[in-house]
């Protein structure tokens, strides 16, 4: 049974490009759960996804910033016009339920120059 | 604001000693999680304690949950160097009937040779 698999792990985008992260949970995963980490510090929620629908999105910028889960195929994190401040890691989890532990990927790590 | 707070922010010691990190968090939980990141890595779950349980046991870890206080500590026995970590807590917290994992800052480990 693979573990949540996020790609790519490193990613260089210029201002104003856009970025798509992408994170495939874990087999009878149904919960998916977006992070972003800034170095030297932990992690800030974003936005938690079932399938085909955002259950919590309290973290996520207002602008520019967007995620999806469709019924088939991975998580989407997408950030449009990207700026050097979206440099950061970007982690996904994935949970068989909402009460129970999480599992996460490597990470990708977004580098806005 | 966070929910959770980890104590101390960074912690050196030698190899075989014992580490003790705490977490503090401010609303009511189902369930507290403890994880380990290694440098520019994703996160590796260690322990769930549920709400009802003062005391978890893996391995050299040790995990309590007192809460009256709202804390939670993480005992790592007999340390090794590859304890060398970012060690994080994460509760749940409620939203619109869904959980969410909330992480705290993290302590950062260091251990000597």
């Known amino acids: 049974n693979a573990g949540v698999m996020q790609n790519p792990r490193h990613l260089v985008r210029r201002r104003g490009q856009e970025a798509r992260l992408r994170c495939s949970p874990m087999?009878?995963?149904?919960?998916v759960y977006w992070y972003r980490q800034l170095p030297e510090e932990g992690l800030k929620f974003m936005v938690y996804?079932?399938?085909?629908?955002?259950?919590?999105e309290s973290g996520m910028p207002k602008e520019r910033f967007s995620a999806e889960f469709p019924k088939e195929g991975p998580s989407i994190l997408r950030i449009q016009q990207v700026v050097r401040g979206d440099s950061a890691a970007y982690f996904c989890?994935?949970?068989?339920?909402?009460?129970?532990?999480?599992?996460f990927g490597q990470g990708t790590r977004l580098t806005v120059v | 604001s966070q929910q959770g707070e980890e104590d101390p922010q960074a912690l050196s010691i030698q190899e075989g000693e014992n580490a003790t990190m705490n977490c503090s968090y401010k609303t009511s939980i189902n369930n507290l999680q403890w994880y380990r990141q290694n440098s520019g890595r994703g996160l590796v779950h260690l322990i769930l304690?549920?709400?009802?349980?003062r005391e978890k046991h893996s391995g050299r870890l040790r995990v309590t949950l007192d809460t009256s206080k709202k804390s939670s500590s993480l005992l790592i026995t007999a340390s090794r160097a590859a304890d060398t970590a970012s060690y994080f807590c994460a509760t749940d917290a409620l939203f619109q009937g869904a959980q969410k994992l909330v992480f705290g800052q993290g302590t950062r480990l260091t251990i000597n040779p």
């Open positions: 989890a994935s949970s068989p339920g909402d009460r129970t532990e999480a599992f």
């Open positions: 087999k009878g995963h149904s919960h």
């Open positions: 996804l079932q399938k085909e629908n955002i259950i919590d």
């Open positions: 304690i549920r709400s009802n349980e």
